[in-house]
């Protein structure tokens, strides 16, 4: 199984990027998916996750209004679309994958390698 992020880069605030995760290698499909980010000397925290079907997100009251979670799973994909960028959300961003069926009542965690984003001001 893999998570592939891009789409992180550098942009001044107010503007806007989207991230993209691109999951492959699992026969059962991908589950509940999520965004994390890590700033620099602080925990990773969740930015938001989705739910299989796409019908449920959730969201960080910190980008609430200005992110948007979505997926294509015929494309096994996986976006966030981030707009009014701060410099507070300067992060590396990363893809998770919680549940991935892997056998006979086995899941496992998996987590791509992150995107920086950088937010100037």
């Known amino acids: 199984v893999q998570l592939v992020e891009s789409g992180g880069g550098l942009v001044q605030a107010g503007g806007s990027l989207r991230l993209s995760c691109a999951a492959s290698?699992?026969?059962?499909?991908?589950?509940?998916m999520a965004w994390y980010r890590q700033a620099p000397g602080k925990q990773r925290e969740l930015v938001a996750s989705i739910s299989r079907g796409g019908d449920r997100t959730n969201y960080a009251d910190s980008v609430k209004g200005r992110f948007t979670i979505s997926r294509d799973n015929a494309k096994n994909t996986m976006y966030l679309q981030m707009n009014s960028l701060t410099p507070e959300d300067t992060a590396v961003y990363y893809c998770?994958?919680?549940?991935?069926?892997?056998?006979?009542?086995?899941?496992?965690?998996?987590w791509g390698q992150g995107t920086q984003v950088t937010v100037s001001s």
């Open positions: 998770n994958a919680p549940d991935v069926k892997t056998g006979p009542n086995m899941w496992r965690n998996y």
């Open positions: 290698g699992s026969a059962f499909g991908f589950n509940f």
